[in-house]
DNA sequence: ATGGGCA
DNA sequence: TGCCCATGACATGGT
DNA sequence: ACCATG
């Protein structure tokens, strides 16, 4: 029914708005089929709650032993670790609510699947504002129009915190380097163009501006949260696509939750075309 | 969340 | 049996 | 080599 065990389905994930782990499960097991394109064939890294989210959260990128059966591994190396990780692999609606009973509300995936994981099929912006959402959303169109200048459309999603994700789909090919480095032209350009509002500068300490763009997003092994995960934050808010429209300085992102994601999603589905427009990287 | 050690 | 404990990420760029 | 960051 819900496709795999979950223990202590009582236990409570989100006290304050009194939704339990099983509550996650059932908004996991209700938008499997939304989700899972974007987990299929992916290396998972979990982040873990398993006492919900006013407890320690952690990640975990090696799969548990003694998994249930049918869940698949993979093995990829972790050059600056050295050693060699089995990750979890997405695409199932087991995995997926397995991935629940092991307490992960958020998903992370990478942006290669493991038959190709370094041809990336997705570009990855992220946009991380210091100070509210607004900053976020003006960041976000800003980025778009530079993307049309480049030739690329890029869709749009809330990151469930306070930010923005901006994808491309890509058809594969250009190899992690080679999306990163286009990646961080196009930040260095935005942050060149508009230094009062966004920054590529990594320590905290020397921005001088309140949206980082995150780029590194797109190097090997790093992970973002795919459209649809939850986040371990207060009201279970959803990473929800939006279209172009929407995204305005005026948008409250936290509208976005588990208690209303269903509702929208019945009514827009902004990323419905994404692979179906994958994009080649200009070679400028 | 799970598994091992130990009283 | 039950309680306690240990365990659980990695890539990057700048200094 | 270390560390801040996500
Ligand atoms: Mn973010
Ligand atoms: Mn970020």
């Given at each position: 029914?819900?496709g795999?065990?979950?223990?202590?389905?009582s236990?409570?994930?989100?006290?304050?708005?009194g939704?339990?782990?099983?509550?996650?499960?059932q908004?996991?097991?209700h938008?499997?089929?939304?989700?899972?394109?974007?987990?299929k064939?992916?290396?998972?890294?979990?982040e873990?709650?398993?006492?919900?989210?006013r407890?320690?959260?952690?990640?975990?990128?090696?799969?548990?032993?003694?998994?249930?059966?049918?869940?698949?591994?993979?093995?990829?190396?972790?050059?600056?670790?050295?050693?060699?990780?089995?990750?979890?692999?997405?695409?199932t609606?087991?995995?997926?609510?397995?991935?629940v009973?092991?307490?992960?509300?958020?998903?992370?995936?990478?942006?290669?699947?493991?038959?190709?994981?370094?041809?990336?099929?997705?570009?990855?912006?992220?946009?991380?504002?210091?100070?509210?959402?607004?900053?976020?959303?003006?960041?976000?169109?800003?980025?778009?129009?530079?993307l049309?200048d480049?030739?690329?459309?890029?869709?749009?999603?809330?990151?469930?915190?306070?930010?923005?994700?901006?994808?491309?789909p890509?058809?594969?090919?250009?190899?992690?380097?080679?999306?990163?480095?286009?990646?961080?032209?196009?930040a260095?350009?935005?942050?060149?163009?508009?230094?009062k509002?966004?920054?590529?500068?990594?320590?905290?300490?020397?921005?001088?501006?309140?949206?980082?763009?995150?780029?590194?997003?797109?190097?090997?092994g790093?992970?973002?949260?795919?459209?649809?995960?939850?986040?371990?934050?207060?009201?279970?808010?959803?990473?929800m696509?939006?279209?172009?429209?929407?995204?305005?300085?005026?948008l409250?992102?936290?509208?976005?939750?588990?208690?209303?994601?269903?509702?929208?999603?019945?009514?827009?589905a902004?990323?419905?075309?994404?692979?179906?427009?994958?994009q080649?990287l200009?070679?400028?």
């Amino acid at each position: 029914m819900l496709g795999a065990v979950i223990t202590n389905p009582s236990k409570p994930f989100w006290p304050d708005e009194g939704l339990t782990k099983l509550d996650l499960a059932q908004f996991y097991a209700h938008i499997a089929g939304d989700i899972l394109p974007w987990m299929k064939g992916r290396a998972v890294t979990m982040e873990r709650c398993p006492e919900g989210i006013r407890k320690s959260c952690f990640f975990q990128k090696q799969a548990p032993a003694n998994l249930p059966p049918g869940i698949d591994t993979v093995r990829i190396p972790a050059p600056s670790a050295g050693r060699d990780v089995d990750y979890i692999v997405g695409g199932t609606r087991k995995t997926l609510l397995t991935l629940v009973n092991f307490g992960c509300i958020a998903m992370h995936v990478m942006n290669g699947r493991i038959d190709q994981l370094d041809a990336p099929d997705w570009l990855a912006f992220d946009l991380d504002p210091a100070d509210n959402f607004a900053s976020a959303a003006r960041a976000a169109l800003l980025l778009r129009q530079k993307l049309e200048d480049h030739g690329l459309e890029g869709y749009v999603k809330t990151s469930g915190g306070r930010g923005l994700h901006v994808f491309v789909p890509l058809r594969r090919g250009a190899d992690q380097d080679a999306v990163r480095a286009y990646a961080a032209v196009i930040a260095h350009e935005l942050a060149t163009e508009h230094p009062k509002l966004m920054t590529v500068e990594a320590r905290k300490a020397k921005r001088k501006a309140p949206v980082y763009v995150d780029v590194m997003r797109n190097a090997f092994g790093q992970t973002i949260v795919p459209p649809f995960s939850v986040r371990w934050r207060p009201k279970a808010p959803v990473s929800m696509p939006l279209d172009w429209d929407e995204v305005s300085p005026r948008l409250e992102p936290t509208v976005f939750t588990i208690k209303t994601a269903e509702r929208r999603m019945a009514a827009k589905a902004p990323w419905s075309s994404f692979f179906g427009h994958r994009q080649t990287l200009p070679r400028d």
